[in-house]
């Protein structure tokens, strides 16, 4: 039994600027998925910087309140919400709130860093 406890995975910056702690990688630990999964964190009135994935990914919202581009497409979003970004497509989020934006990634397959593209 795999049971990971958020407050013990190290945070570190992503190259789009929000703040992660890993979850689950496949590549780091005998797990049979295909997925990773993180926590992020934006503080308030901070935003990601725009990016692309080679592959398919997921926000769930747990906390706060945003604002989610992808592409040319802009919506609000807040707790409870999930959010399909497809592959190839250009994303980035903004806390507009004044608290913490927090949120899951789920990527399919798993994330890595020459799948990704930081485009500022």
Same mark, same amino acid.
């Not at 919400?81 to 990634?105: E, H, M, R, S």
């Given at each position: 039994?795999?049971? @990971? @406890?958020? &407050?013990? %995975? $190290? #945070? ?8 992660? !702690? $890993?979850?689950?990688?496949?590549? !780091? +630990? ?6 990773? /999964?993180?926590?992020? #964190? ?9 990016? @692309?994935?080679?592959?398919? &990914?997921?926000?769930?919202? /747990?906390?706060?309140? =945003? /604002?989610?581009?992808?592409? +040319?497409? &802009? ?12 592959? =190839?497509?250009?994303?980035?989020? !903004? ?9 899951? %990634? ?5 994330? @890595?860093?020459?799948?990704? +593209?930081?485009?500022?």
């Amino acid at each position: 039994m795999l049971i @990971r @406890r958020i &407050e013990d %995975c $190290e #945070t570190f910056t992503a190259g789009d600027g929000t703040s992660l !702690k $890993e979850l689950l990688h496949p590549d !780091k +630990e005998a797990l049979a998925i295909r997925y990773s /999964l993180a926590h992020a #964190t934006l503080p308030p009135q901070a935003a990601s910087r725009p990016h @692309r994935l080679a592959t398919s &990914e997921v926000y769930y919202i /747990l906390s706060g309140e =945003g /604002l989610m581009h992808i592409d +040319e497409e &802009e919506n609000s979003v807040r707790g409870g919400d999930v959010v399909y970004i497809p592959p =190839g497509a250009t994303q980035w989020i !903004k806390n507009t709130g004044n608290a913490d934006l927090t949120f899951l %990634c789920i990527v399919d397959p798993a994330w @890595r860093i020459t799948d990704e +593209e930081v485009l500022q």
